[in-house]
């Protein structure tokens, strides 16, 4: 079971349990509120407190904060001495205690506390059912395994068979991409898209065919766009031509999702699909390639990003300056300075802001002399000011220069 537990964990980290104010203040009483009426509740639990007390504790609990709470610390103990209270849990709490005692038998681990899991593979809760799904699906012991793959082919019930499919593609079982791909063509559309985010998880492109054809033909927009990030997932060639496709000639809300499936690919041509399409003449995919580059810092993207910056298209060259903002990159003062002294009146704007993220002396520097001199920069920058370091001091004596010279008219 440590196998598993390993990687359901990564899956389901715990959430440690950090009280409110109001509840801290009620706890100091010796009170909870469950259900709108007050009850006396145990004293905290003692930092270094042994499975005896733990459990004591765990049964003492009369609301799901402090049942969870105990839980989670029978967990990190390891001790099977804990699994008859956490059974007692699993039968009388609510959802979120059942759901930290079933977590907390996934810690533990060892025969006893597999066999406790493998009775919740059914629960009439889903989230504790996919818990125990997760954990077996993901364990060494072939039989339980077996369990969670017959659910997946014919449990009657269509949750509980997708939450088996699920957790046998999260573990990267070989039997169950055959399973979703052929569930795919009958599900509805929350199903389908659950069905294709884990074929995404899953890693095995013999699902890319599939998914290819639901981008290309069915589905609705956001099974389609599902799909475009699954694709994205698994990469190989076939993957990258279908995300092309789109991202040349798909629909316009499709466009952003292709160009973003492509820029998390790990294949590097996909990187330079993205460069290509950043000077393409058709400016939806222009510009979805630009702000799909921009999560990247290459030398390619930054020349790239600096020669959109002069493009005519107010978008493409807006996502450029958004680019050097994000990455607080002043190699990009110079031209950011020119534009907003030349510029039209939007791209004025556009690399004003721009120069006011960018940060650091340069940028900072290059906002005060914008602010300070006549120009179609002027506004900007002086609206801008204020927000840099030393900055509102320095906006409000040029307003006081600028009315001077006005003549005293504000």
């Given amino acids: 079971m440590a196998s598993g537990a390993a990687v359901f964990l990564a899956l389901h980290p715990l959430r440690k349990i950090t009280p409110s104010a109001a509840q801290t203040s009620v706890?100091?009483?010796?009170?909870?509120?469950?259900?709108?009426?007050f009850a006396a509740e145990a004293a905290p639990i003692r930092a270094g407190a042994q499975v005896e007390e733990l459990v004591d504790h765990l049964r003492a609990a009369k609301t799901p904060n402090a049942m969870?709470?105990?839980?989670?610390?029978?967990?990190?103990?390891?001790?099977?001495a804990a699994l008859d209270a956490l059974a007692d849990t699993l039968a009388r709490g609510g959802s979120w205690a059942r759901q930290c005692a079933a977590q907390a038998l996934l810690r533990i681990g060892g025969a006893p506390a597999r066999a406790q899991l493998e009775r919740l593979l059914t629960d009439h809760d889903p989230r504790v059912r996919q818990i125990a799904l997760d954990a077996v699906a993901a364990g060494d012991d072939p039989d339980a395994r077996a369990t969670v793959l017959a659910l997946a082919r014919s449990a009657g019930d269509l949750e509980l068979r997708t939450d088996a499919l699920a957790a046998l593609g999260r573990a990267h079982r070989s039997e169950a991409v055959p399973l979703m791909l052929a569930q795919l063509p009958r599900a509805d559309g929350p199903t389908q898209r659950r069905l294709i985010e884990i074929l995404g998880e899953a890693g095995d492109r013999a699902a890319v065919p599939?998914?290819?054809?639901?981008?290309r033909t069915g589905g609705s927009a956001g099974v389609r766009q599902t799909a475009l990030s699954a694709l994205g997932q698994l990469g190989g060639p076939d993957a990258l031509k279908a995300l092309q496709e789109v991202l040349l000639g798909?629909?316009?809300?499709?466009?952003?999702?292709?160009?973003?499936?492509?820029a998390n690919t790990s294949d590097e041509s996909a990187h330079k699909l993205l460069l290509g399409v950043a000077q393409s003449a058709r400016p939806e995919a222009a510009e979805a390639a630009l702000h799909a580059l921009a999560q990247f810092e290459g030398d390619d993207v930054r020349a790239l990003m600096l020669a959109q910056l002069s493009a005519r298209d107010g978008q493409l060259?807006?996502?450029?300056?958004?680019?050097f903002a994000m990455h607080h990159d002043d190699s990009a003062v110079p031209r950011l300075i020119e534009i907003a002294r030349h510029g039209s009146r939007a791209a004025v704007a556009q690399a004003v802001s721009a120069l006011s993220q960018i940060g650091g002396d340069a940028a900072a520097a290059a906002v005060r002399e914008l602010a300070s001199r006549p120009g179609p920069a002027r506004d900007s920058a002086l609206s801008t000011l204020p927000s840099l370091p030393g900055g509102a001091e320095a906006a409000r004596k040029l307003m006081i220069k600028l009315v001077r010279e006005d003549g005293g008219q504000a």
Avoid: F
């Fill in 210 to 215: 599939a998914l290819a054809q639901i981008v």
């Fill in 68 to 80: 969870c709470q105990a839980a989670q610390e029978l967990g990190g103990t390891g001790s099977e």
């Fill in 250 to 262: 798909g629909r316009r809300d499709e466009i952003g999702a292709a160009a973003y499936a492509l």
């Fill in 317 to 323: 060259s807006g996502a450029a300056a958004n680019y």
């Fill in 27 to 37: 706890a100091r009483a010796g009170l909870r509120r469950p259900g709108g009426v």
